[in-house]
């Protein structure tokens, strides 16, 4: 489904992403760990064209997208989920969800995938006419991805889902996140710095180091391998 060829992104001088070629099939969750720094969200950044690569390919089911600009990779059913949230704070969560759904125009799908997500966050759907910005952290999580959501994207970059949030709350939205993956057949690209969280979810993972992938494998094969043990896991 998505696919990095030796993809090379800069800012200004500062080469962040060295040569990283990974691929994800359809139907996997996959993870990229790594330390703060490695070039995670670069990575995001770059298969969104919002820092677009200076060198290789990316390619999402077949078609190039390395040169493409962000709203018609949008289009073309990528949705990101970014770290910090951004929510619309002025906005209510309906609102906010609509904006998810700007490039459709198929009003009973919005609607029904409207209901889809409120079923998922049941809080959201109580909130439904409060502004964003007076939402609690982990419900402004659940709105940013239920936002996605809204594109009814066929890939789902998330960054840092569980930043500062209670682990309560991190474990639901995990749970979320896997159910969305089995219900609406939606890939997941699942950046993190918690690495035992996001193995454990994941299918498969990459691990990142100052902007290149040194290491690949199952997602069970990374929680044993004692390197990422010892470097992420606090083994
Ligand atoms: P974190 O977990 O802290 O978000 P990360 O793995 O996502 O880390 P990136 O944010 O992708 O890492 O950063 C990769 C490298 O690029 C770092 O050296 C960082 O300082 C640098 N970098 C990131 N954004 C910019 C920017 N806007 N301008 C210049 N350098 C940047």
Redesign the pocket.
Known sequence: MLKLNNVQTF??N?Q??KDVSMHISEGEIITLI??????????L?SICGI?PPMGGEIYFTEEPIHDMRPDKIVSLGISQVP?GRHIFPFLTVTENLDMGAFLRKDRDGIKEDMEYVFGLFPILSERRNQPGGTLSGGEQQMLAISRALMARPRLMLL??PSLGLAPIIVKQIFGIIRKINAEQNTTIFL?E?NANLALKVAHRGYV?EN?RITLTDSAENLLSNEAVKKAYLGL
């Open positions: 800012y200004g500062i962040a992403l790594g330390s703060n720094g490695a070039g995670k969200t670069t990575t950044m820092v770290e960054d840092e950046v710095q990142m902007g």
